[in-house]
């Protein structure tokens, strides 16, 4: 028997949005359409259309954000949708009461999606499985497992500066193995078709078999950003480092940070991208992330059209295929 792809509907479509491993190429491009369509309303005078009128959309963040939440925030609101956002700090899980239990009571506030980021690996897939049919669940980050819509933010800000994603080579660098960003841009890359994807990092901070995933692996920046078109930089997550021996910040610097003079290894026109929070002097040097390569800004301007398409597209599920 075939195992269903938990984030579709019985009609093949995005029902949750949790990992983009598994994911059809059209799918990713059918989201990318979606956002470049949706990305003029924040240039209209009223930053609103009402795709999401009368759904209600909870944001549910167990771990701190900036980024993310606010951004999903922006994009329920521009698709008229009302939002919920649940102080975990203030709420009723702080008393003893389970997740499980936390979301049963929303839905029964018959509540649309739950937008979820959890420190463990898990939580959105755990959630999607104990949900209502009637609701959508949307990753926004789980542990060092997933960040679906920050990879597809990532692919937007490439496709639109880029165009086409075959000709292009792009460099993941720095702790890829606590990186659920660095995860789903890999799966993201790969499925949209780009020549090459390198990860450059210390073997320590470098997952086992991370070829597996269809990259190149390089412990050396300076020849692993030789004829790239894009720089993803990541920061040392040090909340989910478990004494993996590193360098100290300077020395990572001095192996791993981006300077203007490493810079200039890689192709004239490449771009720097970074999913943030940077760590300036850490893994960039200040002049790269405030220069004009940098698309750090960019990425998160992105990140309100992209999470409207991917939550118009969720909850369109639900009204065509008739969940
Ligand atoms: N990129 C990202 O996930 O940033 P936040 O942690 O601020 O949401």
């Known amino acids: 028997m075939i195992r269903r792809n938990i984030q579709l509907n019985e009609q093949g479509q995005l029902r949750h949005f949790l990992t983009i491993e598994g994911l059809k190429r059209q799918m990713l491009v059918d989201i990318l359409d979606t956002a470049e369509s949706l990305s003029g309303v924040t240039d209209q005078s ?19 954000s900036t980024r993310t939440r ?16 649940l102080n975990i700090a203030a709420s009723a899980t702080k008393k003893g009461e389970t997740l499980l239990d936390t979301l049963h009571n929303l839905q029964a506030m018959h509540c649309d999606m739950f937008v979820v980021r959890h420190a463990d690996s898990g939580a959105a897939h755990f959630i999607a499985n104990h949900v209502a049919p009637h609701i959508s669940v949307v990753n926004a ?44 841009q890999i799966h993201a890359l790969t499925t949209l078709g780009v020549t ?12 086992k078999d991370v070829e ?8 050396d920046l ?32 001095q192996l791993y940070g981006l300077t203007q003079e490493r810079l200039d290894k890689a192709k004239p026109d490449a771009i720097v991208m970074h999913p943030g929070p940077i760590n300036r002097g850490v893994e960039i040097e200040s002049s790269v992330a405030d220069g004009p390569r940098s698309v750090i800004l960019q990425q998160v301007t992105h990140g309100i059209a992209v999470r409207m398409a991917v939550m118009s597209t969720c909850l369109g599920s639900h009204a065509e295929g008739g969940v």
């Open 46 to 64: 009223v930053k609103k259309v009402p795709l999401l009128r009368g759904k209600t959309i909870v944001n549910l963040f167990f771990e701190a």
């Open 70 to 85: 606010t951004t999903f925030e922006l994009a329920a609101k521009r698709l008229s949708a009302d939002v919920l956002n």
């Open 141 to 184: 980050g789980d542990g060092s497992h997933a960040h679906p819509t920050q990879a597809m933010l990532d692919m937007f800000t490439i496709r639109r500066i880029k165009g086409d994603f075959y000709p292009l080579k792009v460099a993941i660098v720095g702790d890829i193995l606590h990186s659920r960003v660095a995860r789903s």
């Open 196 to 207: 090459e994807v390198r990860v450059i990092g210390p073997k320590t901070l470098m997952p």
């Open 212 to 219: 597996a995933l269809g990259v190149h692996v390089y412990h």
């Open 222 to 253: 300076d020849e692993g950003l030789k004829d790239l078109d894009v720089i993803i930089m990541l920061r040392l997550q040090n909340e989910r480092m478990q004494g993996e021996s590193l360098p100290s910040e300077h020395e990572y610097f």
